[in-house]
């Protein structure tokens, strides 16, 4: 019942900016953890950054001070702000949640993912 649903990539240029959000949808009870997650080498996933339901939030250091993570807990949306963008950034990007719902204690969902492309 539950899906995260991500948009706001694309292909940007050097320098470029791009906001990626991510909405939470289904019977929620509530979100306790949201953040990005990158495809990384060996299809591994890293994280990019995270935000807690009370707005605590940590990022990777390759993207602190570019990329800032915020949510919207009224509308189970988690964003992605993305300046400064690098060749480096260039991959695909996934959404994740930690939430539970009316019949479950928290569990974690992730999104489909959204590519970023960073090229000239």
């Known amino acids: 019942q539950v899906q995260l649903v991500e948009s706001g990539g694309g292909l940007v240029q050097p320098g470029g900016s791009l906001r990626l959000s991510c909405a939470a949808s289904?019977?929620?009870?509530?979100?306790?953890?949201m953040g990005w997650y990158r495809q990384a080498q060996g299809n591994k996933r890293e994280l990019v950054a995270t935000?807690?339901?009370?707005?605590?939030?940590n990022y990777a250091d390759s993207v602190k001070g570019r990329f800032t993570i915020s949510r919207d807990n009224a509308k189970n949306t988690v964003y992605l702000q993305m300046n400064s963008l690098k060749p480096e950034d260039t991959t695909v990007y996934y959404c994740?949640?930690?939430?539970?719902?009316?019949?479950?204690?928290?569990?974690?969902?992730w999104g489909q993912g959204t590519q970023v492309t960073v090229s000239s």
């Open positions: 994740s949640a930690a939430l539970s719902t009316l019949w479950q204690d928290t569990s974690t969902y």
């Open positions: 935000i807690t339901s009370s707005g605590i939030t």
């Open positions: 289904g019977s929620i009870f509530s979100i306790n953890f």
